[in-house]
Structures are given as C-alpha cells and as structure tokens.
C-alpha cells in the first residue's frame, strides 16, 4: 500500500555531537538536540553570515540512509546540505547530498482555489505539527562521522534553530510488508468543551497533536520478530519519526510525517506459517 519508514535507531545520538563554527548560542547549544523536547532548541545566531553546520561523531562506524531536523525555524528560502565522512575533518566524503530546499511543498494540490496557491507551495502558518527537515540517501552508508549543514542568510528572526536531530538508519518497509488497509490518521483535541445553563457551547484552549493506527499484515517472521519486536521492547518513552509513504509527492509527504513515540505496545501476532500481524499506535511529540 505503501513504502513505510521508521526511524528510531539514532546513531546521532551516540558519541559526540557539535556545532562548527562560533555562532552558537552558549545557553542553547547543540546537545539540545539529544531530548525529546522541541521547546528546548539549539541556535545558531551567525546564521545570517554562515551556514549553520551539526557534526556527529559516532561511537563507531554505523549504518546511515535518514537525516531529519525538527521544530526548526527555517525560512522558506533555507536550503540544507548533509553527508557522511570516515574523520572528524569530514575529509574525504563518503556520501553527500544536493543542495536542496529545506522546506518542500505543504499545500496539498488541489485544495486551495487557483489564485491563493503560495508560488513556493508552502504555507507555514498552516502547516500541522512542527516543521520537520528529512533526508533519505538512495542506499545505506558505512561511516563514522556525519553532518547537517543549513544555509538561511535571509531568516527573518536573525537566527536559525531547531529542537531535534536525527541521524541513523531508517527501516524502510519492504513492498510487501507495508502497512495495509483500515490503517488510520487521527486529530486528537485536548481541548476541554463545556455548556452553560442556558446551552451556549463553550470550548477552551489546549494544543491538539496526531495519532496514528498502522496495521501491518503477514509480515515476515524476519520483520516481525527482529523490527517491530524491537521497537515495541524501547517501549513508549523513546522517539521515533514515522513516514506513511516516503515516495508520495512533497505536500503529501509531509502532511503523513510524524515526530512521535508510541502510544503503547501491541501483540505481534502469527496468523499463519511464517506471516505475523502488528499494529503500531504512535502519537505525536509536541
């Protein structure tokens, strides 16, 4: 049904992690980027001379096809660069990729009347959930080092941050094994609705987030008990990025990527000789 993509194994996030240059902000600074908490960001305040360049030093040499920057404040003009390397001086490359926007498309073709469609196609004041940045390479590298490079001289705010990164090896879901039918995409309101004596209908304030059901039928035994086994032992603490379909076009795709953790764990059930049955909840990070 589609080419389902999972990241939650983070190389990132083993070893060191910093920021070239000396424009980052001492109280903001890259280890920042290691939580679960968008709200406490990294920046970068030289964004408007310089790009602002992250560097991870594994632990040891890892896997690596997905890069994603999330919660970031990038303008439209952004664009955003990534690659691997054997040694700290990033020299010589193993993998980079094409200078590319780092914003892509959100307005979803067709739903808005001809005439009020952005040039760019993107719409950040409608855009839900936080602005994410996501890079899947052609094939899986071997490396020890890799970096995340953003160039926004134009940023309005003057300065350029983000809440989380993610680097590692993102598990894309063979053709056969992608989520099936009945799998679901929910808005969830925490907002709290009320009425008084006379009937008026009052409703307060609160954030909303997404929930997500993906049903995954006949995986293999391979899948089932050395992917989503795993996954579901890290349990609902640990973060994950979740791409419904990651050949949909641009708008599509980023309206179907979700920064989340799951909801809670599931059974991996068998329901016949070498095909099991999953169900993943995953909720968004706010």
């Known amino acids: ?100 926007p780092v914003w892509e498309p959100t307005i979803v073709w067709g739903s808005l009347p001809w005439g009020v469609w952005p040039f760019d196609g993107v719409d950040k004041e409608t855009f839900p959930g936080a602005p994410i940045a996501f890079h899947l390479s052609p094939e899986t590298h071997y490396a020890q080092y890799a970096f995340l490079e953003v160039a926004d001289p134009g940023n309005p705010d003057g300065y350029f941050q983000a809440g ?43 954030p909303k987030y997404r929930q997500w059901e993906i049903k995954l039928s006949y995986q293999s035994e391979a899948t089932a008990l050395g992917v989503y086994h795993d996954l579901m032992w890290r349990g609902i603490k640990g973060d994950l990025l979740v791409i419904w379909d990651s050949d949909k076009e641009p708008a599509i795709r980023n309206r179907l990527t979700l920064y989340g953790a799951l909801a809670g764990t599931s059974p991996i059930t068998i329901v016949e000789h070498d095909g099991w049955d999953v169900v993943l909840q995953i909720e968004e990070l706010i």
């Open 1 to 100: 049904m589609a080419n389902l993509t999972i990241l939650y194994d983070l190389a990132s996030d083993k070893g060191s992690l910093s920021g070239s240059g000396n424009g980052w902000a001492g109280a903001l600074p890259p280890a920042n980027l290691r939580n679960d908490d968008l709200a406490a960001v990294a920046r970068y305040l030289d964004i408007r001379n310089s790009p602002a360049r992250l560097v991870a030093g594994f632990d040891r040499v890892r896997p690596v096809n997905a890069w994603a920057l999330i919660g970031h404040n990038a303008s439209s003009l952004a664009t955003m660069r990534v690659g691997l390397a054997d040694a700290p001086s990033l020299s010589p490359v193993i993998y980079q990729s094409p200078t590319a």
């Open 164 to 206: 989380r990164l993610m680097i590692g090896q993102g598990w894309v879901a063979p053709d056969v094994e992608n989520h099936d039918y009945g799998s679901s995409v929910q808005i969830i309101d925490m907002a709290e609705k009320t009425r008084t004596k006379g009937g008026r209908r009052l409703v307060g304030e609160a």
